[in-house]
């Protein structure tokens, strides 16, 4: 078979494993090699190529060789945790930073307990044991679970009959995973324990810097959140998929739907009480990253302030671009439409300080056809009873607003916190939840294929970690728009999306992965969503305006 790597051509004999073939080059590279890209399908490094194909590997120093590199840590934790207390329960709760808050059901978190767990982990490590991946059918995962009794009741997923499951075994452990790993232990040499909240953190490297621990900097807000909304769910006993898809057997969704709708109803009625309190607040700021749902809570927040007696009034900062010659470029030439100096800073604060003071402004209108601000007569003068709402990516940023006084400004940070999990060992990111909802609206709404949404998702991203996540612990609230059922909703629209993506496009490997969790998901008609619900934002037929 003939293999192609970096454009060059290896003549061997099949079968051969990517490592065997590809040793000096993944022993050399700066970065640990924690799997690859052959045939645009995600393996891993012991993958054994039985036909003619293409290679990339894949590195920590990117985002999906870092998800690896995680997966395989919680994979070794797992194996740690059942060797010391096997008879314990621990649960990975979801994921904060380049961490994942860790709890355990009765066990006390001691320093003891983290000392004896870092140091088994770092056992394992240090060993670099092989981890197989191993095809099975859910008659054969069952009967392997029931078989092994610390392990007994450890498949948490549904399975169908026509379906596999990738087992993964390192030595006498074994566990599934809904994504790659690494086909050994030693790639996890960074890591870090330290008692959080009532659990624990397991932390590791950021993409940016693979090789290196780097200062943990809590998140004390985003947390509160998080811990909130998964507490909610365990007394509601939804923290699980399967559980989801158990409520639907049993025609129990509307429950379910109607119990997640008030959660969001009853949160946003706080926020607009918490402004109302504060009597100063001129402006409400609305900040969150891509598909958080920022035009639905806008809305559904002005409702809540109108019941308290205050006239919501919206303006947009996509309205104060800079005029495009003096637009910065990146690093490409590229015009760079989402860093802050592409804001029109000084006009937009004059406009805000005479608002705030009850002048009337003649509001712009950008047009960017061909990049510049233009005034049709529109003015705005705030009344008594009316506030100011924007929201943009920098609404959270200090400096897009410095001309006004932190005690008019209200902020708010808004994101898809999701807190389901496929099983204990396996939460659902938040990120695939926004990436979901955004592939969707996009099919629906602006006419772009899911292909179009993988292939510029990751510039998405790395807007959002420049502009926006630094940001977010200066909210006065945060909010999170994740619903419980919502993967069950947007499944029937995501799945022939992601199916249309073919095996010759550089996204089947990312498809495929979206692919594999959605299927363990039972799907929901979206007729059952209520219209005022913020999900409609992404399936349609809503009653608010996009």
């Given at each position: 078979?003939?293999?192609?790597?970096n454009?060059?051509?290896?003549?061997?004999?099949?079968?051969?494993?990517?490592?065997?073939?590809l040793?000096?080059?993944i022993?050399?590279?700066?970065y640990?090699?924690?799997?690859?890209?052959?045939?645009?399908?995600?393996?891993n490094?012991?993958?054994?190529?039985?036909?003619?194909?293409?290679?990339?590997?894949?590195?920590?120093?990117?985002?999906e060789?870092?998800?690896?590199?995680?997966?395989?840590?919680?994979?070794?934790?797992?194996?740690?945790?059942?060797?010391?207390?096997?008879?314990e329960?621990?649960?990975?709760?979801?994921?904060?930073?380049?961490?994942?808050?860790?709890?355990?059901?009765?066990?006390?978190?001691?320093?003891?307990?983290?000392?004896?767990?870092?140091?088994?982990?770092?056992?394992?490590?240090?060993?670099?044991?092989?981890i197989?991946?191993?095809?099975?059918?859910?008659?054969?995962?069952q009967?392997?679970y029931?078989?092994?009794d610390?392990?007994?009741g450890?498949?948490?997923?549904?399975?169908?009959e026509?379906?596999?499951?990738?087992?993964?075994y390192?030595?006498?452990?074994?566990?599934?995973?809904?994504?790659?790993?690494?086909?050994?232990?030693?790639?996890a040499q960074h890591?870090e324990?330290?008692?959080y909240?009532?659990?624990?953190?397991?932390r590791?490297?950021?993409?940016?810097?693979p090789n290196?621990m780097?200062?943990?900097?809590p998140t004390?807000?985003?947390?509160?959140?998080?811990?909130?909304?998964?507490?909610?769910?365990?007394?509601?006993?939804?923290?699980m998929?399967?559980?989801?898809?158990?409520?639907?057997?049993?025609?129990?969704?509307?429950?379910v739907?109607m119990?997640?709708e008030?959660?969001?109803?009853k949160?946003?009625?706080?926020?607009?009480?918490?402004?109302?309190?504060r009597?100063h607040?001129?402006?409400?700021l609305i900040?969150?990253?891509?598909?958080?749902?920022?035009t639905?809570?806008?809305q559904?927040?002005?409702?809540?302030?109108?019941?308290?007696?205050?006239k919501?009034?919206?303006?947009?900062v996509?309205?104060y671009?800079v005029?495009?010659q003096?637009n910065?470029?990146?690093?490409?030439?590229?015009y760079?439409?989402e860093?802050?100096?592409?804001?029109?800073l000084?006009l937009?604060?004059?406009?805000?300080v005479?608002?705030?003071?009850?002048e009337?402004?003649?509001?712009?209108?950008?047009d960017?056809?061909v990049?510049?601000?233009?005034?049709n007569?529109?003015k705005?003068?705030?009344?008594?009873?009316?506030?100011l709402?924007?929201?943009?990516?920098h609404?959270?940023?200090?400096?897009?607003?410095?001309?006004?006084?932190?005690?008019d400004?209200?902020?708010?940070?808004?994101?898809?916190?999701?807190?389901?999990?496929?099983?204990?060992?396996?939460?659902?990111?938040t990120t695939?939840?926004r990436?979901?909802?955004?592939m969707?609206?996009?099919?629906?709404?602006?006419?772009y294929?899911?292909?179009?949404?993988?292939?510029?998702?990751?510039?998405?991203t790395?807007g959002?970690?420049?502009?926006?996540?630094p940001?977010?612990?200066?909210?006065?609230?945060?909010?999170?728009?994740?619903l419980?059922?919502?993967?069950?909703?947007?499944?029937?629209?995501?799945?022939?999306l992601?199916?249309?993506?073919?095996?010759?496009?550089?996204?089947y490997?990312?498809?495929?992965?979206?692919?594999?969790?959605l299927?363990?998901?039972?799907?929901?008609?979206?007729?059952q969503?209520?219209?005022?619900?913020?999900?409609?934002?992404?399936l349609?037929?809503?009653?608010?305006?996009?």
């Open positions: 078979m003939r293999i192609t790597y454009d060059k051509e290896y003549d061997v004999e099949a079968p051969m494993k990517v490592q065997d073939l040793k000096e080059e022993q050399k590279s700066l640990k090699v924690v799997g690859c890209l052959f045939n645009h399908e995600y393996q490094l012991a993958y054994e190529m039985q036909t003619d194909g293409t290679i990339e590997l894949i590195h920590t120093s990117s985002k060789g870092m998800k690896i590199y995680a997966r395989t840590l919680i994979y070794i934790m797992g194996k740690a945790f059942e060797k010391l207390y096997p008879n329960k621990m649960t990975v709760e979801y994921r904060l930073g380049n961490a994942m808050f860790c709890t355990c059901d009765t066990l006390k978190i001691t320093q003891e307990f983290l000392q004896k767990m870092t140091q088994e982990i770092q056992n394992i490590v240090d060993q670099d044991l092989p197989e991946k191993v095809v099975m059918t859910r008659e054969e995962a009967a392997l029931e078989k092994n610390t392990s007994k450890r498949l948490q997923i549904d399975l169908q026509n379906e596999e499951i990738s087992m993964y390192c030595e006498d452990y074994f566990n599934y995973c809904f994504g790659t790993m690494a086909s050994s232990t030693g790639i890591f324990m330290i008692p909240s009532e659990g624990f953190l397991i590791y490297p950021s993409s940016k810097a290196e780097q200062l943990f900097k004390k807000k985003l947390s509160w959140a998080l811990e909130e909304y998964e507490r909610i769910h365990k007394i509601l006993d939804m923290n998929v399967y559980k989801l898809n158990k409520a639907i057997e049993e025609n129990r969704m509307k429950e739907i119990l997640a008030a959660l969001h109803e949160k946003i009625a706080n926020i607009a009480d918490d402004i109302a309190k009597k607040v001129k402006m409400v900040a969150g990253p891509s598909s958080s749902g920022k639905t809570f806008a559904r927040l002005g409702i809540q302030l109108r019941l308290n007696g205050i919501p009034v919206t303006i947009s996509d309205n671009f005029e495009r003096d910065p470029r990146d690093e490409n030439g590229e760079d439409f860093c802050i100096e592409a804001i029109d000084k937009l604060n004059e406009h805000l005479r608002l705030l003071n009850g009337e402004v003649e509001m712009p209108k950008f960017f056809h990049g510049t601000k233009r005034y007569g529109t705005l003068q705030l009344k008594e009873d009316e506030i709402i924007m929201e943009g990516i609404c959270l940023n200090d400096k897009l607003t410095h001309q006004i006084n932190n005690k400004k209200y902020k708010i940070y808004i994101s898809a916190l999701t807190v389901l999990n496929m099983d204990r060992y396996n939460p659902i990111s695939d939840t990436l979901i909802r955004r969707v609206r996009d099919y629906q709404f602006r006419g294929s899911a292909k179009h949404t993988l292939s510029t998702w990751h510039n998405v790395q959002e970690e420049k502009n926006i996540f940001h977010q612990e200066n909210a006065d609230k945060i909010f999170n728009t994740s419980i059922y919502e993967m069950n909703a947007l499944k029937e629209i995501a799945k022939p992601l199916e249309a993506i073919s095996v010759e496009e550089p996204e490997a990312e498809a495929q992965r979206l692919l594999n969790m299927k363990y998901f039972k799907a929901i008609p979206k007729e969503i209520p219209n005022n619900s913020l999900i409609k934002e992404f349609g037929g809503g009653d608010f305006k996009y």
